[in-house]
C-alpha cells in the first residue's frame, strides 16, 4: 500500500475512525485503523462491532493495499505532524509515514481477521438535513438512562410522527423529547439506538463535510451516509414504553421567565446543594415570583427571587438540580415556560413558543 494525501485530510479520517475505534479488546485488530486502499478510493476503516465507521480519504492511489494501525497510537502521530503532503507506504509488517523533513515507523497487526463493516440489504435511502438528525440526537441524548439492566432506556427511541421525526430518552426520572421536521417514509418503525452509539453517530456527523445525510435502517441496524463518512450501528431489539402516559394534560401552576435566569440562579445554587444536588423552587401568583433556594449544612444556603409571569396555585416542591440545569442548554428560546403539575407530579419545560423540545422532569420524595 501507498497513497499521497495532506496531514489535514488523514487527521480529519483517523480522528473519525479513532472514536469508534475498540479499546482493550480481545481481539487486537479490533484497537486498529484499517487502511483499505484500492482503485475505487482510500478509506479508513474502524468498528467495535457495536457500531462500525468507514471514511473515505481524497488522496493520490501508488499502490493498492492494506494495513492495520494501533488507534491510539496512529491518531497520536498523525496529529502531532506538521501540516502539508504526506507519504503513507507498506514496509513489510510496518507503515511508514513520510512527512515535510521527517519520518515515522508505525508497526502494525495482521489485518486478516478484521471485520468486514456490515452494509444494509436496505436499497431505499431516506435523505434528511443533516443538522436536524444532529440536533435530534444531542437533545435528549443526555436523557438516556447510564444503567444496562433495560436496554430500551439505555437507549434513544426514533419514530415517524407525520412530517416530523421524533427523538426520546429517559432514565425514568425524566424524559426529553424533540421533534425535527423531516419525512423519512418510516410509518410504523421505531428505532432504539444504544446510547454509546448514538453519541457516536453524533460525532461522525459533526465532523462529516456534507449538509445531508441518507439513513437506512432494518430491523436490527442503522446505516447513515453523510459526505466521506459512512457509518453503521446494531439497533435494540426491546419496546421502549408508552411515555406519552405520563405527559400531564392539566397543571396547577404556570410561569414564564427568562431562561438565563432560572440558568443563572441554578449555577449559584449548584455551590450550596454540595452533594446532594437537592433544589427548591416555589412560586408566588401574587407577587409574581419563583424562588429557588438551596442550602447544607456544610455550605451555607442561597435564595434567589427571579421575576416571572406566574399563574394558577403556588406550589412549592423539590428537585434534583443536575435534571432541571441539563435542558437549558437545548431550549432554544429566550424565555421558558414551566408547568407545574403539584406536589407530586412531574414539571413540564418548554421554550416559550417552542413545540419541538419537551422535557419532562419528576421532583423529589419529601
Not at 192 to 212: E, G, V, Y
Not at 279 to 304: C, F, I, Q, W, Y
Request: net charge negative.
Amino acid at each position: 500500500m501507498k497513497i499521497e494525501c495532506t496531514q489535514e485530510n488523514l487527521a480529519h479520517a483517523v480522528a473519525i475512525a479513532d472514536k469508534m475505534a475498540g479499546r482493550k479488546e480481545s481481539l487486537p485488530v479490533l484497537s486498529c485503523i484499517l487502511f483499505d486502499a484500492k482503485k475505487e478510493g482510500v478509506s479508513l476503516i474502524s468498528t467495535n462491532l457495536e457500531t462500525g465507521v468507514e471514511v473515505s480519504i481524497s488522496c493520490n492511489l501508488k499502490n493498492e493495499g492494506k494495513a492495520a494501525v494501533p488507534s491510539q497510537i496512529l491518531s497520536q502521530t498523525v496529529k502531532a505532524l506538521p501540516k502539508g503532503n504526506l507519504v503513507v507506504e507498506s514496509v513489510g509488517e510496518n507503515v511508514r509515514i513520510i512527512s515535510k523533513g521527517g519520518s515515522v515507523l508505525l508497526k502494525t497487526i495482521p489485518h486478516d481477521e478484521f471485520p468486514v463493516i456490515p452494509k444494509t440489504t436496505q436499497p431505499k435511502k431516506h435523505r434528511m438535513e443533516k443538522q436536524a438528525l444532529i440536533g435530534g440526537l444531542e437533545s435528549v441524548l443526555f436523557a438516556v438512562s447510564p444503567s444496562l439492566v433495560r436496554p430500551e432506556l439505555a437507549s434513544v427511541y426514533v419514530y415517524q410522527d407525520g412530517g416530523s421525526m421524533i427523538f426520546v430518552a429517559t432514565d425514568s426520572f425524566r424524559l426529553a423529547e424533540k421533534r425535527v421536521a423531516a419525512r423519512l417514509d418510516m410509518e410504523g418503525a421505531e428505532l432504539l439506538i444504544p446510547a454509546k452509539n448514538a453519541a457516536d453517530l453524533l460525532f461522525a456527523l459533526t465532523q462529516a463535510p456534507s449538509d445531508t445525510a441518507d439513513v437506512v435502517f432494518e430491523d436490527s441496524q442503522l446505516s447513515v451516509s453523510a459526505g466521506d463518512t459512512f457509518f453503521v450501528s446494531r439497533l435494540v431489539d426491546a419496546t421502549f414504553p408508552n411515555y406519552k402516559e405520563i405527559i400531564p394534560s392539566k397543571f396547577g401552576g404556570e410561569v414564564t421567565l427568562l431562561r438565563g435566569d432560572i440558568d443563572a440562579s441554578l449555577k449559584r445554587a449548584r455551590i450550596f446543594t454540595h452533594t446532594e444536588q437537592i433544589v427548591e423552587l416555589e412560586t408566588d401568583p401574587k407577587k409574581g415570583l419563583l424562588s429557588v433556594r438551596a442550602s447544607h449544612g456544610d455550605v451555607g444556603e442561597m435564595n434567589d427571587d427571579i421575576t416571572a409571569a406566574v399563574e394558577g396555585s403556588p406550589i412549592k416542591i423539590r428537585f434534583n438540580l443536575s435534571y432541571l440545569s441539563d435542558a437549558l442548554p437545548f431550549v432554544k428560546t429566550d424565555s421558558i415556560f414551566m408547568q407545574f403539575g403539584g406536589e407530586n407530579s412531574p414539571l413540564i419545560i418548554r421554550g416559550m413558543g417552542d413545540q419541538s423540545f419537551l422535557y419532562l422532569v419528576m421532583p423529589l420524595n419529601r
